[in-house]
């Protein structure tokens, strides 16, 4: 299993796809958005133009990862991105991980990029399990999760200081029996 091949993936909301270079202007301003900020980044965390342009300039061809573009079919707008990545052989197994900016929030397209995302794991490249871990208090983000069948598996107490309170981590996943009877009820 290799993620050196890079797929488009279409849904109904949402078109997924290769980054490139010219994706990191509009990358910028989503991982600006404050609520990117609060449930993504360190807010210290220097995301400059030149850097933003080298890191998605370079995703199409990073094998170890697949950083898709989530954008809208009508007019091509990025307004995210999904991505598997730490991937393990012996396990079959990777995390996942998302961001929606402000221009693609409430119109079911990040539940329809986790879904294709998830798909294209277990049904393209073999994958047993995808796992993530999000902030509890983001609560809009574990319910996309929930939606598309991943199961909390735990919770990290308190594991670090965000806006100037413990923040709990929840550890989610989902196997590949279980997307395969998510999928075969939703036929």
Known sequence: MSFSVKPVLTGRRTVLRPFTEADADAMGEIVADPEVVRFTFEPSTDLTPERLRTWYGSRATAPDRL????????TGEVLGEVVLYEYDAAARSCTFRTLIGPRG??????TEATRLIVAHGFGSLGLHRVELAAWAHNHRALRVYEKAGFVVEGVRREVQVREGEWAD???MAILDREWAALSATAR
Do not use: W
Not at 67 to 74: G, I, K, N, S, Y
């Open 105 to 110: 929030r409430g119109r079911g397209i990040g």
């Open 67 to 74: 950083d898709l573009a989530v954008t809208d079919p009508e």
């Open 169 to 171: 981590e929840v550890i």
